[in-house]
């Protein structure tokens, strides 16, 4: 069955995305509502709706793909460390999402924060090239 989610369409290339890493598996992009800039969503090609539902080896070699970004983005956006979440409340293909942080900042509920556009698509690939060019 044909993925009609907003991430399958990214995957088929049928809606943009500034994609930060892809390989045959896997594809990481800026969230286009980032709750930090270089708020990345990491996602399997494949489509499962939850995490459940997604094979051990999916999930064993998501999380390794997920710690190379996170070094990535520690390195590129010199970040002090990378929230690591899953939620799934809006689009239903497991993703995760590496929101870079730095220790100065309040805390307050993750995603709850307030989110931080980009100024324009060229400060986007700014971020996506510092997260890319460091992996
Ligand atoms: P959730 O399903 O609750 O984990 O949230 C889905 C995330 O996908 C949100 O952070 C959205 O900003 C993000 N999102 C939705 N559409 C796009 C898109 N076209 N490109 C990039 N990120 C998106």
């Known amino acids: 069955m044909q993925n009609d989610t907003v991430f399958g369409k990214i995957i088929r290339g049928e ?21 930090a800039k270089g708020h ?17 080896e999916i999930i064993a070699d998501i999380f390794v793909k997920a710690n190379h970004l996170i070094r990535a983005m520690r390195k590129g956006l010199s970040c002090d460390f990378v929230q690591v979440s899953v939620v799934g409340n809006e689009v ?33 690939q700014v971020y996506r090239t510092r997260i890319a060019s460091a992996l």
Request: charged letters at 25%.
């Open 40 to 56: 990345t969503l990491l996602i399997p090609k494949e489509q499962y709706a939850w995490i459940h539902e997604a094979p051990d």
């Open 15 to 35: 809606i943009p995305a500034t994609k930060v890493y892809e390989d045959d598996r896997f594809l990481a992009f800026l969230d286009i509502n980032p709750v």
């Open 92 to 124: 239903p293909h497991f993703h995760i999402h590496l929101i870079p942080r730095f220790l100065t900042e309040e805390v307050s509920g993750h995603l709850l924060r307030a989110h931080e556009p980009y100024a324009s698509d060229e400060e986007a």
